[in-house]
Nanobody
């Protein structure tokens, strides 16, 4: 069973950047799509970005498109989320998770399509 641990969150001013990492253990992420979600206080968890099993396909929420970049390194069993031009509305706890889809180019954007959620890392963007 895979365990995911997110890191890299923190406090940053609007316009700044952060790089989140998701380290997997217990099982390789190879063959699985991976995703990032976020949850702000009082709101439901929402999709942020996903990457296919081979890195060939990425997909982003409209709210982060052009500012965030998801990447994976199967050799290191990690997934990253580079976040640039951060806005106060990006403030949330960010989670990574493993897609139930394997060896598939299909995009999964619903939380129910993922499992193995990490504990999350807090990102706070001040105005």
């Amino acid at each position: 069973q895979v365990q995911l641990v997110e890191s890299g969150g923190g406090l940053v001013q609007a316009g700044g950047s952060l790089r989140l990492s998701c380290a997997a253990s217990g099982r390789t992420i190879s063959g699985h799509g991976m995703g990032w979600f976020r949850q702000a206080p009082g709101k439901e968890r929402e999709f942020v970005a996903t990457i296919s099993w081979n890195g060939g396909t990425t997909y982003y929420a409209d709210s982060v498109k052009g500012r965030f970049t998801i990447a994976r390194d199967d050799a290191k069993n990690t997934v990253t989320l580079q976040m640039n031009a951060l806005k106060p509305e990006d403030t949330a706890v960010y989670y990574c998770a493993t897609s139930r889809l394997t060896y598939s180019g299909t995009i999964a954007t619903e939380a129910i399509e993922y499992y193995g959620w990490g504990q999350g890392t807090q990102v706070t963007v001040s105005s």
